[in-house]
Structures are given as C-alpha cells and as structure tokens.
C-alpha cells in the first residue's frame, strides 16, 4: 500500500527512439496509471482501447475493486461488512459524503430524503401515456428523464451548494416512488401513494405491493447495498460522461439507466433468470447450456457468468449466493431454478472453457432469484438494480463535478475514406 495516494514516478515511453517521460498516477493500493493526456501534444500520438479495458478514465475516492483477489470496499470499507452490519441508507451517506454517518447525520439524511417522497402527479400521466407492455426500464429513464420539466431549478443542478443538495435528495427520495409507480403501470394495478411513516426500503414495498414483510424489507436492504456502488462500470462512466458537459443531474441519471437497461450489464439479472426458465423448461440439461456457451457458432453466453474486472469472484456473488439459500429458506420458497444455476454454477468452475477465461458468477446470477422469490416479476429486476445503484451515481457525478474533471471527448483513429470529390447523382 503507497503512504501517498496521488504520488507520482514517471516512466518513459520510446517513440521513434525519442524518449518521452510520462508520469504515472499511484494509487492508494499501489495501483499505477500512465498520464497520456498530453501524449498528443507532446508525440502526435492517441492511445487506443475500445471499451477502455485498460484506461482509467478518472481518480476517484469512492470504490476500491481489487478483481484479482475479490475485493469491493466503499470508502474504505469492505462490501462483505456493509452488506452484513450496514443499513441501504448509511451506504448511501457513506457514498456521497465519504464517511460513515453518526446518529445524527443519519436521521437527517433519512429526514431529507423522506422529505421528497412525494413524486408529482404528472409522472403518473407520463407513464399512463405509454402502451401497455412497454418495458419497466424504459419506463423508468422516461421518468427520470421528465424530472427537470416538473423542477426547473435542478436544471443548473451545480450553481448553487443548496440547489445542488436539494436536487439530490429530491432524486433519491423520488426514485422508490417511480420504481413503485412503473411497477404499478406495468402490471396495470392502481398507483399506491408513499406512506411517510415508513422507512425507504419498507415504502417502496408498501407502493409495490400495499403491505410490508419485515422479512422481504430486510433482504431487499441488503440487496440494494450490493448493488450500490461499483466504480467506473458502464452505467456509472455514463453518467460521469453525460454530466461532464455540465448537463442536468437527472439528465445525466437518466441516461446512465439506460446504460444499465443492457443485457451485458444490469439488464443480465433478467436474463439469467429467463436462461435458467428455458433450461429448466427444455429438460434441464446444463451440460448441454454449457457446451452452447463454449461453442464460438452459437451466440448464446452463459448470463450472469464473466466480468470485465473481477477474475477469481465477485464478492458481491459470494454474499447474494449465501443470501439466496437462507432467503427462500425463511420465505419457504422452493424454486427449481436456483438447483440449476448451483449446476451450471459447478460444471461452468470445473470447465477448462470457463477457468482458462476466468469466468466466474457475477453479481447477477443469484440476484434474480432472490427478487423472484420476494415476488417482483422477471422485468422489473433491473429497475431493482438501477434502485440499488442510485446513490453510486450520484455519488459518482458528485465527485467529477468537485474535482472539476474536463468534458469527456474520447479520440479515435479514422479508418473510412480518405477525401474524394463529390459527383453528381447520374455519374455514380
Ligand atoms: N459465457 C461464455 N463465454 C464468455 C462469457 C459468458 N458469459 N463471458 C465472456 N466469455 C468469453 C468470451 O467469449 C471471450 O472468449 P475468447 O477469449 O475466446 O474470445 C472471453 O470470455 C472474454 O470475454 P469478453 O467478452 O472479451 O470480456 P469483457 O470483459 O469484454 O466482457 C462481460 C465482460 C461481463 C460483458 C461478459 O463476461 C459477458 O457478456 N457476460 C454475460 C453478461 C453478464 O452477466 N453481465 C453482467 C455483468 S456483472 C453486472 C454489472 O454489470 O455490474
């Protein structure tokens, strides 16, 4: 571990034998980044690394991911200890303002946020607008996308230290109603209005479904936290992009949801749901699931397995593994999908295909079952998801705007055609 996060070496980069010196950025675990952002400038080169595999794209002091040996911690802490011991709110205070609450700041973020429940009408308008079937995500970055027509103040979101903090709790306090309401539409069941007695997660439940199971209301906690920060992922670098042209915080949430909507991130929760369905509806047979995912002619991938930075587990798989079994224990579910996502699971561990690529569960495929079990239907995990993930947007979006972080604008490297003269339609 560096005693200076920040410190910097350099290292030198040969360039048609010229030798250019780049710093490199440390960080608090020794991790090092190459400063290319004058390389241009300096040797007339770009970098180039499409899906930024290997490019930071920003320091943050949020979230620490150590995807060789497993490790997620939030401000220091580690997931396994919040997920256990913390309550969803106390990770969001923890997020946005990088230090556990006392029981003070806690009620008063609590008081803030419960301050804003009550979402306007015209949302109800909004999505009673959309066709029947439409999907609970695209439901939702509707909503969220409208929320500066209902608050033209959130539109300079950043000018002012009290604009800033109302938008933010406005958002936070308003996304379990609009969870609930898209719910609601989307099943055509009448809208409940927030109970202000009760507390975030036991709210959300009473608007989903008209009454609150302690039981439900603690697992769904710690579910949310799981799901509450995870660095600069699709979603989270969207929303850092989007804001960074000094957009609107809701217009910036908005589209990182829909970044989330995708199947090959937040959107995997229900779709390993709908393979195991289809597994189980076809016989059951994993082995064959599995040789469909190892063959390179065959599209299909094995949903909730593989992650772009963790490469031995997810600890966030570890814990919602653990947590599915003593879940549908204490809710006395008995779901024949879970058996075979613990086959796949185990073929896909001892598969030569699955260890030499260092795919492994990721969060999402325990996750879905344990919605299924607390009855939310296969559709809406997603939002359940963008639910949990929140307040590390917010975060996220808080932290570029402080530190003042440039538009983003990533280069390229043209391979179309070089100029050519225009001709008149008859002559092509
Ligand atoms: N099933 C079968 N093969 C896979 C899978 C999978 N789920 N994931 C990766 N591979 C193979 C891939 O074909 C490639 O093989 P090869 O080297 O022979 O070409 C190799 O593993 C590396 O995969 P990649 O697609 O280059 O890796 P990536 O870092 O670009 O993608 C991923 C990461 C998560 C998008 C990918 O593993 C995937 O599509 N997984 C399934 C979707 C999923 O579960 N997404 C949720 C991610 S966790 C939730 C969150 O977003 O935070």
Redesign the pocket.
């Known amino acids: 571990m560096s005693d200076l996060p920040g410190a910097s070496e350099t290292v030198n980069l040969n360039i048609q034998e010229e030798a250019h010196a780049l710093s490199v950025t440390i960080g608090t675990y020794n991790e090092k980044g190459i400063d290319i952002s004058k390389l241009l400038g300096t040797t007339g080169h770009v970098t180039l690394d499409p899906?930024f595999?290997n490019t930071g794209s920003t320091k943050s002091a949020i979230t620490f991911i150590d995807g060789i040996n497993g490790i997620l911690q939030h401000r220091g802490y580690p997931i396994e200890q919040l997920a256990e011991l913390a309550s969803f709110q106390e990770v969001m205070y923890l997020l946005l303002q990088g230090e556990l609450p006392n029981a003070n700041q806690l009620a008063d973020i609590e008081g803030q946020i419960k301050a804003e429940t009550k979402a306007p009408e015209g949302i109800k308008t909004l999505l009673n607008a959309l066709p029947d079937g439409s999907h609970p995500m695209g439901m939702l970055s509707v909503a969220l996308a409208s929320l500066p027509s209902f608050y033209p103040n959130a539109l300079d979101s950043w000018s002012d230290e009290t604009v800033r903090w109302e938008t933010i709790y406005r958002l936070l306090g308003h996304m379990p109603v609009i969870a609930a309401y898209v719910y609601r539409r989307s099943q055509n069941l009448p809208y409940i209005d927030p109970n202000p007695e009760l507390d975030y997660v036991s709210n959300f439940l009473y608007m989903m479904f008209g009454e609150v199971d302690p039981v439900i209301a603690d697992a769904l906690d710690t579910l949310l936290i799981l799901?509450a920060d995870?660095e600069q992922?699709?979603?989270a670098a969207t929303v850092r992009m989007i804001g960074s042209s000094h957009v609107n915080l809701y217009a910036a949430i908005a589209g990182g949801n829909s970044a989330?909507w995708g199947?090959?991130?937040?959107?995997?929760?229900q779709?390993?749901v709908e393979m195991l369905e289809s597994i189980l509806a076809d016989g059951g047979d994993s082995e064959k699931y599995i040789n469909k995912?190892?063959d390179?002619a065959d599209p299909?991938?094995?949903?909730?397995?593989?992650?772009?930075?963790?490469k031995n587990f997810?600890p966030r798989a570890k814990v919602i593994k653990a947590y599915a079994d003593k879940i549908l224990d204490k809710l006395n579910v008995d779901d024949p999908v879970l058996d075979i996502a613990k086959r796949l699971e185990s073929s896909?561990l001892n598969d030569e295909?699955?260890q030499k690529?260092?795919?492994f569960p990721?969060?999402?495929?325990y996750s879905g079952i344990i919605y299924r079990a607390l009855g939310i239907p296969v559709d809406m995990f997603t939002v359940m998801?963008a639910l949990g993930r929140l307040p590390g947007w917010v975060s996220q979006w808080k932290e570029m705007r402080e530190s003042g972080d440039p538009i983003g604008r990533p280069r390229q490297i043209y391979t179309g055609a070089s100029k050519r003269d225009y001709k008149p339609i008859t002559d092509r």
């Open positions: 899906g595999k799901h995870h992922n699709c979603s989330l199947p090959l991130h937040g959107g995997a929760n779709k390993v995912a190892k390179k299909f991938r094995l949903m909730g397995f593989g992650h772009r930075v963790y997810d896909a295909y699955f690529r260092k795919l990721n969060v999402d495929f998801f």
